[in-house]
């Protein structure tokens, strides 16, 4: 007799109060019932209900059994659905969170992929610079830029975070081109007033972290007006790679100091990791992997 069946019926028995009541839910015989949980007793070799002919108790094994029935017969259902789920189209809603400019200008060509992929899904995209809580504010999944604190949320890395040093041609042809990140004291630097700019840049020499003061006649605390002055060839400036991509592809915007790397920041997607993974964030999970990983 089928083990994980008796512990099924051992534990709707306890859950319905008899036999009789089971045997009419499974659509057997109140004999076959006894038979499943004899079958239990005998091969654990202790008895797991006290039954009379008015009533039936749980013994001190019977409850110890029946807790950890439960928990197994939820383990295999959750594996069941988990398998099933793969087979399925991913149809619905996905909320995702993102920083603003990363969800602008690197996320939502990923999400318009994504749509095009499974058009029964739809996305609702939240932007925004402060941290979410998945769970209070109902998100399926959030793109982190910065070191992860330790959290019940799963994680898959993605590409590293990094700001380029770049120019216009037309400044380049006019100023010359830094060959150092010393020399960008000799240019004008147009600087984000923002937490990872300011007047100092940092880059990598010699495995050692290094920053280097920088002035110019152009502040702003705009990362789309800095790219935008950049492009006009005011000056040379330090913009996320992934706003300048499609910029250092046209060659409309150079990249300066390749060889001194400026530090990176660690990116991934998180989603909390006591939800099932279901059809549509595993797809969604697999897209932003493709695209940014």
């Not at 700019?197 to 789309?224: C, I, M, P, Y």
Request: proline share 5%.
């Amino acid at each position: 007799m089928d083990q994980l069946a008796s512990m099924r019926i051992f534990v709707k028995v306890v859950d319905l109060g008899g036999l009789t009541p089971v045997a009419e839910a499974e659509r057997m015989s109140a004999t076959m019932v006894g038979k499943h949980l004899r079958q239990l007793e005998e091969r654990l070799g202790v008895r797991l209900l006290n039954r009379t002919t008015r009533r039936q108790s749980l013994t001190e094994a019977g409850q110890l059994y029946y807790e950890r029935c439960k928990h197994a017969l939820a383990e295999v259902a959750a594996a069941d659905a988990s398998v099933s789920s793969m087979a399925s189209a991913p149809r619905g809603l996905l909320r995702v969170s993102a920083a603003m400019l990363f969800g602008i200008h690197a996320l939502t060509p990923v999400v318009n992929d994504y749509l095009a992929r499974y058009p029964q899904m739809r996305v609702e995209l939240h932007l925004n610079d402060r941290i979410v809580d998945l769970i209070d504010e109902n998100m399926d999944a959030a793109i982190r830029v910065g070191k992860l604190p330790d959290s019940s949320l799963a994680a898959r890395p993605l590409r590293p975070y990094r700001l380029i040093v770049c120019a216009a041609p037309a400044y380049l042809q006019a100023h010359g081109a830094p060959t150092a990140p010393d020399e960008l004291r000799a240019h004008n630097c147009i600087s984000f007033l923002g937490v990872w700019s300011q007047d100092a840049w940092s880059f990598t020499l010699d495995g050692a972290e290094r920053h280097v003061g920088v002035d110019g006649n152009f502040k702003v605390n705009s990362v789309h007006a800095l790219r935008s002055a950049a492009l006009q060839g005011l000056g040379i400036a330090f913009i996320p790679e992934t706003m300048i991509g499609d910029d250092l592809a046209s060659g409309a915007l150079v990249e300066l100091l390749a060889d001194y790397a400026a530090p990176v920041r660690p990116l991934n997607i998180v989603y909390p990791s006591t939800r099932l993974v279901t059809p549509k964030l595993r797809t969604f999970i697999d897209c932003v992997v493709e695209h940014l990983g």
